[in-house]
């Protein structure tokens, strides 16, 4: 049999006309790549650790010299003036950041912030012209089923495309220790090095930063919803990290036994027993005073069961679900008070710096003061700022986590504590938390405590 070969005599085959590469080719996840590619970067990070254990290292170690890793991951470009969301696991203690463009140009990328419950992180660069951004859609209105593009850089290998569907929405997974919720499922293949980059609708928008993939599974890759990255974007950009919406609530999940007790309450009677049902939301341990919660009429051992249209049935969903709003929205909470369902519109607002010291107290069991200029005129070993635990509540977090009176506070994550006053500015950073990093000094050893919160 004879093949034609392109370009020998009367048998060369004709090319394609121009009109059918731009019309039957070009499909639409074609103008996808083409619109958002530009919008997806490459970022590589390096990171210097002084580890005499390293492989390889001992060298440079006792030469003074600390070992370099190196890593890759992707950003999206949501901002024309340089702004990138990426994941903040890929930025993670790193020393430097570089961006490449899809066009080839690498910059060094300032951390604007970064919001580690989240798992993102904003960075800038500097150029002389604006930059392509992604269009952003919502997350509200996607669909099981629909077609989705992911865009990164896995494995170094720059702008790979990918396609799957949504295959389905707020599904929480856990990372070591820790639960991350309400993520975008998709099945369009997401590997190493992928994580930061986009997952477009077919529209070309923006509905998801890609992030996780799921290791003992094929084809179960998460991203993070378009709605709760933009808000902390938002955030980290305007004021260098995330800030909750504070609706004065303080809620723990439902047990079989309290949910007994609750029913046995709204029954008038002892209901004695023991159940197993789905939890029909979550009971509330403490309403702080002054706040949304309390104006609206909520008290301890309610039991909220819905927040606008997402059902509550765990503590986790009620964070999740908060998280999403800010400062003056409006959000619809329902709950069941004495077997009676209300609800009420709640406008959250920011978290009261007055209500610090109190909080610390409530949340961690931590009552503290300023240290006593007495106990520097004894000569005791002190530091030269920070504040003085004064009393560890009996049985609470701060007492199982081994603090002692007399311990010294000197830091909440990363934020310096000098004084009472500073205290008041560290202390809303817990609100929401699932954990937190204190730095404590007792004697002359300095101890980082993380102190669960669950």
Not at 174 to 179: E, H, K, L, S, Y
Not at 323 to 347: I, Y
Not at 400 to 421: A, C, N, Y
Request: hydrophobic fraction near 40%; proline fraction near 6%.
């Amino acid at each position: 049999m004879l093949l034609a070969v392109a370009g020998e005599g009367p048998h060369r085959a004709a090319a394609p006309p121009e009109s059918l590469a731009s019309t039957e080719r070009r499909s639409p996840v074609v103008r996808v790549v083409e619109e958002a590619g530009p919008c997806v970067v490459n970022v590589s990070t390096e990171q210097r650790v002084d580890n005499p254990f390293h492989q390889s290292s001992l060298e440079s170690f006792f030469a003074g010299v600390p070992s370099v890793q190196n890593s890759l991951g992707s950003g999206v470009i949501i901002d024309p003036r340089g702004y990138i969301l990426t994941n903040e696991h890929v930025v993670w203690h790193a020393s430097r950041v570089d961006v490449i463009l899809a066009d080839k140009r690498k910059f060094e990328a300032e951390v604007v912030g970064t919001d580690p419950r989240s798992d993102l992180a904003v960075l800038r660069i500097q150029t002389p012209e604006p930059l392509p951004a992604v269009r952003t859609g919502r997350t509200s209105d996607m669909l099981i089923g629909e077609t989705v593009i992911a865009i990164g850089n896995p494995y170094g290998l720059s702008n790979t495309v990918t396609t799957g569907v949504v295959s389905a929405t707020k599904r929480s997974i856990r990372a070591g220790d820790r639960v991350y919720s309400d993520f975008v499922q998709t099945d369009a293949s997401i590997n190493p090095g992928n994580s930061g980059g986009a997952l477009l609708n077919i529209e070309g928008e923006l509905i998801g930063v890609n992030t996780a993939i799921l290791g003992e599974g094929q084809g179960i890759g998460f991203a993070i919803p378009v709605d709760r990255a933009r808000k902390v974007f938002d955030d980290l950009v305007r004021y260098g990290e995330v800030r909750l919406a504070w609706l004065g609530l303080d809620v723990r999940d439902l047990t079989d036994r309290s949910y007994v007790a609750l029913l046995g309450r709204e029954a008038g009677q002892d209901a004695g027993g023991a159940v197993s049902v789905p939890a029909p939301g979550v009971q509330v341990r403490r309403v702080y005073p002054r706040s949304p919660a309390e104006k609206a009429g909520l008290t301890a051992g309610d039991l909220v069961t819905r927040l606008g249209e997402d059902p509550i049935t765990s503590r986790t969903d009620f964070d999740t679900v908060v998280s999403r709003f800010k400062s003056g929205d409006r959000v619809t909470l329902s709950w069941r008070k004495a077997g009676a369902d209300r609800k009420a519109d709640l406008v959250a607002g920011d978290f009261p710096v007055d209500l610090s010291e109190d909080y610390l107290a409530d949340q961690i069991g931590l009552e503290v003061g300023d240290i006593p200029a007495s106990l520097r005129q004894q000569n005791v070993v002190l530091p030269p700022d920070g504040v003085m635990v004064l009393r560890v509540r009996n049985r609470s977090r701060a007492y199982f986590s081994g603090f002692e009176q007399g311990d010294i506070l000197r830091g909440i994550f990363d934020q310096p504590v000098k004084d009472m006053t500073g205290l008041k500015t560290a202390v809303p950073r817990i609100v929401g938390r699932d954990a937190v990093l204190l730095k404590v000094v007792r004697g002359r050893f300095q101890y980082h405590v993380t102190v669960d919160l669950t």
